[in-house]
């Protein structure tokens, strides 16, 4: 058997980028996986999961998608927006979409998944934060580094509530990662930075090790924090960096 063998495991964002691969890499370890995404198109090609069609923002899918799908031992809290901004420039209408889905729809995902966890005293929750948090700061990240910061506080106050009762929370901080919303954060960088070239090495230049991760790597840790392996491990915000915090 797997990694995962006999584990239930929910994934948001699952339609592309860490979502999918995470969702994948489930798979592959044995889990049963429900993958889903805002966009049903993008679940199509989806091989040897479920797939489900969930708008994050929806509070009751959410809840009714979590209760039809459970009970779950693994959710993987992955959607998440990358807002270009800073104190100067970000509106009041980014601030409200970006808590609305970086934070307050994770908060509902992990209210509809802890009951059953609780109950059957078994579940990791693993939230998407980013090293640009309470981590780290970024150029240009103001709204995303406020919200991926409050998801590192949600992840330590649910592991805090529950630790002891074999429900662990943890959350994944990530430097730069090739997957479509950075191909369009370039493009969108591109004019500014002297062309699409100059504006992705200037990602790349931020990765000490010289590149940017692919989904799959940051994947493989979620797959560890979704196992028993890291059962000792609740709490943490886990940098997976290519050096960028050095
Ligand atoms: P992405 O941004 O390329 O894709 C996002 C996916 O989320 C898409 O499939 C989209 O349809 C789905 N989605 C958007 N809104 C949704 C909603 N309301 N409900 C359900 N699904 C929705 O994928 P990515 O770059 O891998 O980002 C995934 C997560 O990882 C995000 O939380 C992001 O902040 C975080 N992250 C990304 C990077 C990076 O460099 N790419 C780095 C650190 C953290």
Redesign the pocket.
Request: charged share 15%; hydrophobic share 45%.
């Given at each position: 058997g797997g990694r995962l063998q006999g584990k239930r495991c929910f994934v948001?964002?699952?339609?592309?980028?860490?979502?999918?691969a995470a969702a994948l890499a489930f798979a592959a370890e044995g889990a049963s996986v429900v993958a889903?995404?805002?966009?049903p198109a993008?679940l199509a090609g989806l091989g040897g999961v479920e797939t489900k069609k969930?708008?994050?923002?929806d509070d009751a899918a959410v809840a009714e998608a979590i209760g039809a799908a459970g009970p779950l031992d693994v959710l993987f809290n992955?959607?998440?927006?990358?807002h270009q901004n800073t104190a100067l420039t970000c509106t009041d209408e980014e601030w409200g979409f970006a808590f609305a889905?970086?934070v307050r729809?994770m908060w509902k995902a992990v209210r509809a998944a802890l009951p059953a966890m609780l109950e059957r005293e078994r579940g990791s929750i693993i939230n998407?934060?980013?090293?640009?948090s309470s981590v780290k700061g970024a150029p240009n990240r103001f709204l995303?580094g406020t919200t991926?910061a409050a998801v590192v506080g949600l992840t330590k106050a649910v592991a805090t509530e529950h630790v002891g009762r074999g429900v662990r929370c943890n959350c994944?901080?990530?430097?730069?990662?090739?997957?479509?919303?950075?191909g369009?954060r370039i493009a969108a960088n591109a004019a500014a930075s002297g062309g699409l070239e100059a504006a992705r090495a200037a990602f790349v230049s931020r990765q000490a090790m010289g590149r940017?991760?692919t989904?799959g790597e940051?994947a493989a840790l979620a797959v560890y924090i979704a196992s028993d392996e890291s059962a000792f491990v609740t709490g943490q915000a886990l940098v997976i960096d290519g050096g960028w915090t050095l």
């Open positions: 948001t964002a699952a339609g592309q980028g860490i979502g999918r889903t995404d805002r966009d993008l969930l708008d994050v923002l992955c959607a998440g927006f990358v889905l970086n729809a998407m934060a980013s090293a640009c995303y991926k994944l901080c990530p430097g730069t990662v090739e997957t479509p919303s950075l369009e940017l991760a989904p940051i």
